[in-house]
């Protein structure tokens, strides 16, 4: 469905885990992560943490293996490959970072799905050392939003993403964590919500439900992933369908009014 564009979080909600604390503690380095966690910002953590693994002799391939342990429901890969398959347009928002999606993504065969991965920036240096820095530089340029870390505001991503493409456009947005609770405020009429069930996001929606526009679908696992966001994929392809039939019907309506009208004032000759 052209008209629709899934925005997805990544973490606890593609796969069932946190992906940096999945390689801090596959790797062995979690006594460490929890004594610097109190000393530094989040990016600037396992920043250091890849700094640590890579002295330690921990190679990108071992942090590989590691990320293709990551957890993940079954339906939710049936999911995101069906919408992909009905021209849906879709994106990941993540405080995560783009070296630990991709290859996650890449080990699920998800990677040609998604038009647009919008996460923290990491790249492997000329050490061959991971290096991981925010999205946003908030030391020189902070986004301004109290709802959000300070490396990210997920409304600048999404309004940003709206802004981009041409058309008329429904969004649905999936996430489970306190971030994903600004994107949800800022949806419009006619977009959905999918907070993950007892997660942070979910919670905070739920002590005031009427804040949000958008329309609010809770799920729980995978298989309510699934079927609630196939389910609503096809409800916005029916109201788009259908609203594009009624401008179709008032346009040939309008057209006959023209013509009748146009007919009406030809005169012909009256014969003596």
Same mark, same amino acid.
Not at 90 to 113: M, P, T, W, Y
Not at 180 to 193: A, H, I, T, W
């Given at each position: 469905?052209?008209?629709?564009?899934?925005?997805?979080?990544?973490?606890?909600?593609?796969?069932? %885990?946190?992906?940096?604390?999945?390689?801090?503690?596959?790797?062995?380095?979690?006594?460490?992560?929890?004594?610097?966690?109190?000393?530094?910002?989040?990016?600037?953590?396992?920043?250091?943490?890849?700094?640590?693994? +890579?002295?330690?002799?921990?190679?990108?391939?071992?942090?590989?293996?590691?990320?293709?342990?990551?957890? #993940?429901?079954?339906?939710?890969?049936?999911? #995101? !490959?069906?919408?992909?398959?009905?021209?849906?347009?879709?994106? #990941?928002?993540?405080?995560?970072?783009?070296?630990?999606?991709?290859?996650?993504? !890449? +080990?699920?065969?998800l990677d040609e799905c998604f038009s647009e991965i919008n996460t923290n920036p990491g790249y492997v240096d000329e050490q061959g050392r991971l290096r991981i820095q925010p999205f946003c530089d908030f030391t020189v340029c902070p986004h301004g939003c109290s709802? %959000?870390?300070?490396?990210?505001? !997920?409304?600048? /991503?999404?309004?940003?993403?709206?802004?981009?493409?041409?058309?008329?456009?429904?969004?649905?947005?999936?996430?489970?964590?306190?971030?994903?609770?600004?994107?949800?405020?800022?949806?419009?009429?006619?977009?959905?919500?999918?907070?993950? !069930?007892?997660?942070?996001?979910?919670?905070?929606? %739920?002590?005031?439900?009427?804040?949000?526009?958008?329309?609010? +679908?809770?799920?729980?696992?995978?298989?309510?992933?699934?079927?609630?966001?196939?389910?609503?994929?096809?409800? /916005?392809? #029916?109201?788009?369908?259908?609203?594009?039939?009624? /401008?179709?019907?008032?346009?040939?309506?309008?057209?006959?009014?023209?013509?009748?009208?146009?007919?009406? +004032?030809?005169?012909?000759?009256?014969?003596?």
């Amino acid at each position: 469905m052209a008209g629709v564009v899934v925005i997805f979080d990544f973490d606890n909600t593609i796969i069932d %885990c946190d992906s940096d604390n999945l390689v801090v503690d596959g790797l062995g380095a979690t006594d460490l992560f929890n004594e610097l966690l109190p000393t530094m910002p989040w990016n600037s953590l396992m920043d250091r943490m890849m700094k640590e693994l +890579h002295s330690q002799g921990k190679t990108m391939e071992d942090i590989v293996e590691v990320l293709k342990t990551a957890p #993940i429901h079954p339906r939710i890969v049936a999911a #995101i !490959k069906a919408a992909h398959a009905l021209g849906c347009d879709l994106r #990941i928002v993540s405080d995560a970072n783009v070296f630990f999606i991709q290859s996650i993504l !890449k +080990h699920l065969g998800l990677d040609e799905c998604f038009s647009e991965i919008n996460t923290n920036p990491g790249y492997v240096d000329e050490q061959g050392r991971l290096r991981i820095q925010p999205f946003c530089d908030f030391t020189v340029c902070p986004h301004g939003c109290s709802l %959000c870390p300070p490396n990210m505001c !997920k409304s600048v /991503i999404t309004e940003g993403i709206r802004a981009s493409i041409e058309g008329r456009k429904r969004m649905i947005y999936l996430g489970d964590g306190v971030g994903d609770y600004c994107p949800s405020l800022n949806l419009r009429e006619g977009d959905f919500v999918m907070p993950r !069930k007892k997660f942070p996001v979910f919670d905070k929606i %739920c002590q005031n439900p009427l804040a949000l526009k958008a329309e609010i +679908h809770e799920w729980t696992d995978g298989e309510e992933f699934e079927h609630i966001l196939l389910k609503l994929i096809n409800r /916005i392809t #029916i109201e788009e369908t259908t609203a594009a039939q009624f /401008i179709t019907t008032d346009f040939k309506l309008e057209t006959l009014s023209v013509s009748g009208h146009e007919v009406f +004032h030809k005169a012909l000759p009256v014969l003596q």
